[in-house]
């Protein structure tokens, strides 16, 4: 269990420093930087949310790993239902900002069902049971290459971008700003992809350096 824990406060860490790349790279960008004011409470909200959301995914594929649970058939219908739950708790947050929102169940399911069935497999492979007692960072190393993992990392990137653009073309926005709903929607995704790609190589890079043995005293 520590192992899983670790691997989704990793996780976390590593969607809080997307979002917060992401928020610098839109207060460049126009027009959302006009319409940032109104997007940039949801957005910290949302990645709350998504690590919510994420460790749920880990915690029960280290609960299925002994079994070797590849598909996961069963399980994915159960935890999309549970993350209905978090929903409801985001959009009791976000009750209390002069804003309004609904999610599009129509248009997110089957952006989240990827993204879930993505991180239930990659999690489900790190935490499979092995000889020894390895890290995460060893486990990591085992089951991904360097480049495997950055790969994997813009994937989970994209789908939260995608999934994130759903969410913003239902913020209200001031009466001016409407008509760019959709432009502001796609460009915020623009941005998130912009920031992701390089992000993610760099994560890679960081978490498969080589560790230098300490030198014996």
Known sequence: MKKAHSLARLNGRILNVFSQRTTAALRAALPLRLALPHL??????????????DTLVILRAFELAAECTAAGTDVLPQLLLA?????????????????GIVIRYEEVTPIRARRIKLLYDA???ILAPREGKSR????????????????????????????TRSLSRSVRLPRLLVPLRERIAQEL???????????????AAIAYHPVVPAASE
């Open 40 to 53: 940039e409470p949801i957005l910290a909200l949302n990645v709350t949310k998504e690590v919510s959301k």
């Open 83 to 99: 993350t209905k739950e978090i929903d409801r708790m985001f959009l009791a947050r976000v009750g209390t900002f002069p804003v």
């Open 123 to 125: 999690a489900l492979k």
């Open 189 to 203: 995704f623009n941005v998130m992809l912009r920031v992701a790609r390089p992000l993610a190589v760099e994560i």
């Open 136 to 163: 995460l960072r060893g486990a990591m190393h085992a089951t991904f290459s360097r480049e495997e993992f950055g790969q994997l990392l813009y994937e989970l990137f994209r789908l939260y971008a995608e999934e």
